[in-house]
């Protein structure tokens, strides 16, 4: 069965006078190659319609569980947010920013979600997990 997914997901992400634009803008789209990336005085943006590689990162990563607490405790009707950590994306990882902002700033990712529901979109870009494997809903 194949699913149709509309999405769309904002990034931003603030560039500092000590920072270098084209590093930020390689953070962004090391966990989004699909955002269509734009630099601004002073920030970064980018826009995507898939977080495919995203998912991945997860899976690999292992970290499933904790980035459905974060989609899930950052839920606004039919759209979630979260943070990343800049540092962790410029090396294709994922690392969620939680409690303190980061030094370096964070990435800010908001996704609103057209179809499907936006708790079968999380369920599909991070699935529930037993034992630490996803599982089938």
Same mark, same amino acid.
């Given at each position: 069965m194949s699913e149709i997914y509309r999405v769309d997901v904002e990034v931003?992400?603030?560039?500092?006078?000590?920072?270098?634009?084209s590093r930020?803008?390689?953070a962004v789209a090391n966990?989004?190659?699909n955002a269509d990336? @734009?630099?601004?005085?002073?920030? %970064? *943006?980018?826009e995507a319609h898939a977080m495919d590689h995203f998912s991945e990162l997860l899976h690999r990563q292992e970290i499933l569980d904790t980035a459905r607490g974060?989609?899930?405790?950052n839920r606004d009707g039919d759209s979630f947010?979260?943070?990343?950590?800049?540092?962790?994306a410029f090396e294709d990882h994922v690392n969620f920013s939680v409690g303190e902002p980061d @030094?370096?700033?964070e990435?800010? %990712? *908001?996704?609103?979600?057209?179809?499907p529901s936006i708790e079968e979109y999380i369920d599909h870009i991070a699935p529930p997990t037993e034992d630490g494997r996803p599982v089938d809903a």
């Open positions: 931003t992400a603030p560039v500092y006078d000590t920072e270098v634009t930020v803008i390689d966990i989004f190659p990336i @734009e630099a601004e005085f002073g920030e %970064v *943006r980018g974060e989609f899930f405790s947010s979260f943070a990343l950590k800049k540092q962790a @030094e370096l700033g990435i800010a %990712v *908001r996704v609103r979600v057209d179809e």
